[in-house]
């Protein structure tokens, strides 16, 4: 079982090659786009637009009294990041594929660097949620500050996730194709465009297995309702999220000796 | 000192693209032992398919032996078809950092070197440019001054001088021969014995997986 600190000791050993594959994969996601960082907010914007209109106006759901657009994009923002640092990273080692078969260097930046890409258009997204509040001139309280731990599980959720997916692709590409299905599955079984108070009683208990329910709804209590994430839900989602980062790391790290000598482009 | 012993190492792949599929091997180095000391230039050689590469990739930690040992003293810094390396969507300047930075090298020493790299391979208008827009010899002159302007105590060089016009290639021998000087082991591969000849002082040649012969 390798440390999980010693994935801390990696980072700072060669955080300079985490930095330089993520602005190589900023630099390759913007490549003859001329929209290029906008990309960052266009994308939830219009994922906003189309919840909004299917299930705001069509299904008219409620949206736990706050205007439907800030309570959905309060979830979208950070189920884009985890969404696409995952799409990203299932092919982020294919896609290196030249330097892993020609250099020896710790495999573990290649999936780090895809995921803090995504996290620069992270901070974008994030701007425009605080410009949100704004126009809608919804209240901030001093609960929000809650969104902090909640966002670091979301966090070693990502990264567990990330590094599984990117390495088991190298063994079995079957995870990239089945990747967007499951992404919309997951994002349907997450409360991003209702709320947790629709899903039935019977059901919550299995619901929050889906560590994103928990991490989601905590997010919202924290940043529109000012109040605590509901402590069963937010801790189950904690548990669940450090065991996926834990078996992630351990995954990456058994797995990364045969990387090179597996691996197509 | 030794600064690269290989004791008994085999290294096998599958046949098969499926990793978990019983397939057969091909056996791409069978039962090869031999060490090289500190500052010797040793060049390898044999026909296409004869585990050359195998042999360099096992040197620069990028693989490892099925069985056996391979025992490596120092930095190595391996210039194996490095040209595939290179990302062809960025400019030189931007392969060069993402190069270094994946040999670990920090932001501050590669300040140093950036200049030498661009001047030795003679790329300073087109720094700015895609290098796919470059010419195939253009490319592997970077690679080649990216590699040999790094730090390092081991340095492979893989079939890299067949292309690039003589003056370079002149440039890069003399350049090999200053490395070797300052105590750099210097493996070199090649299917030219004049050019291992100019550099080196030991030749093994290989066939099958096997070395056939080891020596001056």
């Known amino acids: ?265 | 000192m030794k600064a690269v012993v290989f004791e008994k190492t085999c290294k096998r792949f599958h046949k098969s693209e499926y990793y978990f599929s019983r397939s057969d091997y091909l056996w791409a180095l069978n039962d090869v032992s031999f060490s090289v000391v500190r500052g010797e230039a040793v060049g390898i050689t044999g026909p296409n398919g004869s585990g050359k590469t195998t042999l360099m990739r096992l040197i620069a930690g990028i693989t490892r032996p099925t069985s056996g040992s391979v025992a490596v003293n120092g930095r190595v810094v391996p210039l194996i078809r490095v040209e595939g390396a290179l990302n062809f969507n960025l400019s030189a300047r931007e392969n060069i950092s993402l190069l270094a930075a994946v040999f670990g090298i920090k932001k501050k020493a590669v300040r140093k070197i950036f200049g030498d790299i661009v001047d030795f391979a003679g790329i300073r208008d087109t720094l700015d440019m895609q290098i796919l827009k470059l010419s195939h010899g253009m490319i592997s002159r970077l690679s080649f001054s990216i590699a040999v302007h790094i730090d390092s105590d081991i340095l492979l060089i893989d079939e890299v001088l067949a292309v690039g016009d003589s003056s370079f290639q002149e440039q890069c021998f003399k350049k090999l021969s200053e490395l070797k000087k300052q105590g750099k082991t210097i493996f070199f591969v090649s299917n030219d014995i004049e050019s291992i000849k100019k550099v080196c002082g030991r030749v093994i040649v290989m066939e099958s997986g096997r070395i056939v012969s080891d020596g001056a």
């Not at chain 1, 979301?154 to 990330?162: A, F, Q, Y």
């Open chain 1, 1 to 265: 079982m390798p440390n999980p600190f010693s994935l801390l000791v990696s980072v700072r050993n060669w955080h300079e090659l985490i930095f330089a594959f993520a602005l190589v994969n900023l630099k390759q996601r913007h490549k003859q786009r001329y929209l290029r960082a906008a990309w960052a907010v266009i994308n939830p914007l219009l994922t906003m637009a189309v919840f909004t209109v299917v299930f705001s106006k069509v299904a008219a759901i409620q949206s736990e009294g706050v205007p439907y657009p800030l309570f959905a994009f309060c979830a979208i923002v950070p189920w884009i990041f985890f969404s696409s640092s995952v799409g990203f990273a299932v092919s982020c080692l294919n896609s290196n594929f030249n330097l892993i078969t020609r250099i020896n260097f710790p495999k573990i930046t290649v999936p780090l660097g895809s995921i803090l890409a995504t996290f620069f258009d992270f901070l974008i997204s994030s701007a425009l949620l605080a410009a949100m509040f704004a126009l809608y001139g919804h209240p901030i309280g001093i609960n929000a500050l809650y969104a902090i731990p909640v966002f670091m599980v979301h966090m070693m959720l990502t990264v567990g996730v990330c590094l599984m997916v990117s390495v088991l692709n190298v063994y079995f590409r079957d995870i990239q194709s089945a990747m967007p299905v499951i992404l919309q599955v997951w994002m349907l079984a997450s409360p991003v465009g209702y709320p947790v108070g629709m899903v039935g009683k019977g059901l919550l208990p299995y619901y929050f297995l889906n560590p994103m329910a928990g991490i989601l709804d905590g997010c919202r209590k924290a940043l529109l309702h000012n109040h605590t994430p509901d402590p069963l839900s937010f801790n189950i989602a904690a548990a669940i999220s450090i065991a996926v980062f834990l078996l992630g790391y351990r995954v990456f790290k058994m797995s990364e000796k045969n990387i090179a000598d597996i691996i197509t482009p």
